[in-house]
């Protein structure tokens, strides 16, 4: 009537159209309930609708989002009773005599196809029912589950593909335990989403665009997954491989499909491993992403299509890495927002990200090694003191006032910055990244870069690396074949050397030999007339600063032929298999590196540091005054660190390190007359601001990329983060700071 009336004050439309209007809403009304819909109110009058006061909204059934965990997803049981026990009890379920719980309050969460082909379906049933029934368990329908439940309702059914086996072990039961299977599979949700949206659990999978939803379609493709209309050698229908092209952000764990190990593929998981036909029973553990199995007793069933079968597979290659060997431009170009633990969501400009795609693209190396990039390090507050540019006393004042009571001082050494990546073999390379044919490892710079120009170089210093590594027992005690270590590499001039020549040493040359000219005429000048004395001792200083200029990068140059020379010094140890390092305070990685460090002292060196306590002015005058001795030695300076690897604040991530430069040192930086009072005055109002958002920035994307790594998640996860510091480094940022 509303619509009629609305219809009146627009001419404009045909009068067919209302009409058409009220056809299809009626036909839409009659197949509402096979779209999923349990409820459905009609309003039919305008009273009907005016007398609503309130919109109570129900979520559906499969939101489960407020459900944590801890949770235990069990793949395809198919009657395999004794095997479903004996999983349930190495994950530390216990019977009280009516159902099975875990002690820590752990659930179980059941991925369908509980019955068929297997010896006892009937006490399978029995055991989910009692679990779902207490609380202990969820549980969804496989499409075994659903046809049974069919042949229950009476339904006209095929007894094939091992339905006759539960017909007839059901048969034996009473027509009242018959009725309580069929309640429970018709009650059976088709997926369930967890944990805020990050877990789903469906028997088949499950698409982004279906996850939470419910429709006749999100159920068929729970049940079944999608098919491509073929039929393969086995007389089997092909399935069309929905997870090879998943980049949703929820988890997905399913079977139906049974594969001969369960593996990470797009942040979705098989655990069907095909116990009934002589496989394992498989269980993953969330959020733990840990996987438990247990072998079958027995081959029950013979499988039409063998079930190690993959065709065209690729040798020694997990499902991952085959699908990361095409990488897709359209993941890394553009405005990108990247979630991070530590710092949110990091926005990523295109034109920045255009930046980043021509260093990957023109000068990267093999882009499965790239799982990090250090982060820039920003200096301290500038000095309060006449002479210095940076000094100690501001970064610890920064900590301080974090409420961070205990930093770590580290020794910086002036080198270029290396992430070292080795392996105990080329195998077990090949295993973590995917790679053949190119080492037991690589170097390369934070850039993304190949560090040496020379292959047989860069092998021959991971060979010697790795033998530390092997000495120590490293492999060992941190239960991994490969690690990834953040370090300095010296000299300088092993890979600045372009650097050196066309812009410091042409800089010093210049200056040194055309003051010399100039002072030596000012000399004679001044001989004449006593008015040149001052533009004489002028003159003298600039010529002086010259040289401290040549001084200063002179000392961190020397000769290197082949590994002679060559210094490596690691100082994080970030990342070995399936464990990222950063929950270690800085002392203990200090302590482990030098340990390794001891194996082979003639090329790795082990980082000189002192832990500061801010409350103790005893322990911040003797850290000072080591950076003093430091820096009057030549050296470069020190890092400030706080003593955990990532400190917060009430702001959020404080600082992860902040360098104090030298004040000889930043003659390199700022120019050999940089510290002519004029220039210190001008060079004391520099920002900060920006230089620290985008090592804060940084740091967060680095740490996220590596812990997306070896949560073994797509490469172009990781390479999201990776993409993310090359852009920012193309920002407008002074990069003398």
């Not at 070292?420 to 990244?433: H, P, S």
């Not at 492999?475 to 020549?501: G, H, I």
Request: net charge negative; proline share 4%; glycine share 8%.
């Amino acid at each position: 009537m509303r619509a009629a009336q609305r219809f009146a004050c627009r001419p404009q439309l045909w009068g067919h159209v209302i009409p058409h209007h009220v056809s299809q809403l009626k036909r839409g009304l009659r197949k509402l309930r096979e779209e999923g819909f349990r409820h459905i109110f009609e309003l039919r009058t305008p009273e009907e609708v005016d007398a609503i006061t309130e919109i109570h909204r129900d979520p559906l059934y499969n939101n489960k989002k407020q459900e944590t965990g801890p949770l235990d997803i069990i793949g395809d049981i198919h009657g395999c009773y004794d095997e479903l026990v004996e999983l349930l009890t190495e994950m530390g379920y216990t019977y009280d005599g009516e159902t099975w719980a875990h002690p820590q309050g752990r659930k179980a969460v059941f991925a369908g196809d509980l019955v068929d082909r297997g010896p006892n379906t009937p006490e399978v049933l029995k055991l989910v029912m009692g679990m779902v029934a207490a609380g202990n368990a969820y549980c969804v329908p496989g499409n075994h589950d659903i046809k049974l439940k069919r042949w229950l309702d009476g339904k006209n059914v095929q007894p094939t593909h091992g339905l006759q086996e539960s017909i007839d072990q059901l048969n034996l039961k009473t027509p009242e335990f018959r009725e309580q299977v069929r309640k429970f599979l018709e009650g059976l949700i088709s997926h369930y989403v967890f944990d805020e949206g990050k877990l789903v659990v469906a028997h088949a999978g499950l698409k982004e665009n279906m996850q939470g939803r419910g429709s006749g379609a999100v159920r068929e493709f729970c049940l079944y997954g999608e098919t491509t209309g073929e039929i393969d050698e086995f007389g089997l229908p092909v399935r069309h491989n929905w997870a090879e092209e998943y980049k949703g952000k929820a988890m997905v764990v399913y079977g139906h499909t049974p594969v001969p190990r369960a593996q990470w593929l797009n942040n979705t998981i098989d655990i069907d491993t095909g116990c009934v036909f002589g496989g394992s029973l498989t269980a993953l553990r969330y959020p733990e992403r840990g996987i438990v199995s247990v072998k079958a007793a027995r081959v029950y069933c013979e499988p039409a299509r063998p079930l190690g079968y993959v065709k065209d597979a690729a040798e020694n290659l997990s499902l991952q890495q085959q699908n990361d060997d095409v990488l897709d431009i359209a993941d890394v170009t553009g405005k990108q927002i990247v979630e991070t633990a530590l710092a949110n969501n990091v926005t990523i400009r295109e034109e920045n990200a255009v930046a980043a795609l021509e260093v990957m693209s023109r000068f990267a190396i093999n882009p499965k090694w790239l799982i990090y990039l250090p982060p820039t390090m920003s200096p301290s507050k500038t000095s309060v003191m006449e002479d210095y540019l940076e000094f100690p006393a501001e970064a610890f004042e920064y900590y301080k006032t974090a409420g961070v009571n205990r930093v770590v001082c580290q020794e910086k050494h002036m080198g270029s910055r290396a992430v070292v990546i080795v392996g105990r073999n080329e195998e077990a390379i090949g295993k973590a990244f995917g790679i053949k044919g190119e080492g037991i490892g690589t170097i390369y710079t934070r850039t993304g870069r190949a560090f040496f120009n020379d292959k047989a170089t860069e092998q021959a210093l991971l060979a010697r690396v790795n033998d530390a590594l092997i000495a120590w027992g490293f492999y060992e005690r941190f239960n991994t074949d490969w690690v990834c270590l953040d370090t300095e590499l010296m000299p300088w001039s092993a890979k600045a050397q372009a650097l050196l020549q066309t812009q410091y040493a042409a800089v010093g040359a210049a200056a040194t030999h055309a003051l010399a000219d100039v002072t030596a005429a000012l000399a004679q000048l001044a001989q004449r007339d006593a008015n040149g004395e001052a533009l004489l001792a002028e003159y003298r200083e600039r010529e002086n600063e010259a040289k401290q200029f040549v001084s200063a990068y002179q000392q961190y140059c020397w000769p290197v032929n082949g590994l002679d020379g060559i210094k490596l010094a690691p100082f994080h140890i970030m990342a070995s298999e399936s464990k990222l390092w950063t929950s270690e305070n800085h002392e203990w990685h200090m302590e482990e590196i030098k340990k390794i460090c001891a194996a082979d002292p003639q090329i790795l060196m082990a980082t000189p540091y002192r832990i500061v306590d801010l409350d103790n002015a005893e322990d911040v005058q003797q850290a000072t005054a080591w950076w003093m001795n430091l820096t009057g030695k030549g050296g470069e300076g020190m890092v400030v660190k706080p003593y955990n690897f990532i400190e917060r604040d009430g702001k959020g991530t404080i600082q992860p390190a902040i360098k104090i430069r030298g004040r000889e040192y930043l003659r390199i930086i700022y120019g050999p007359e940089y510290t002519a009072p004029e220039n210190l005055i001008r060079l004391k109002s520099r920002g900060l601001n920006a230089k620290r958002g985008m090592a804060m920035r940084e740091f967060a994307l680095g740490i996220e990329g590596l812990q997306r790594f070896t949560n073994k998640e797509p490469l172009r996860r990781v390479h999201q983060c990776v993409f993310g510091i090359l852009a920012m480094e193309s920002e407008a940022v002074d990069p003398r700071l």
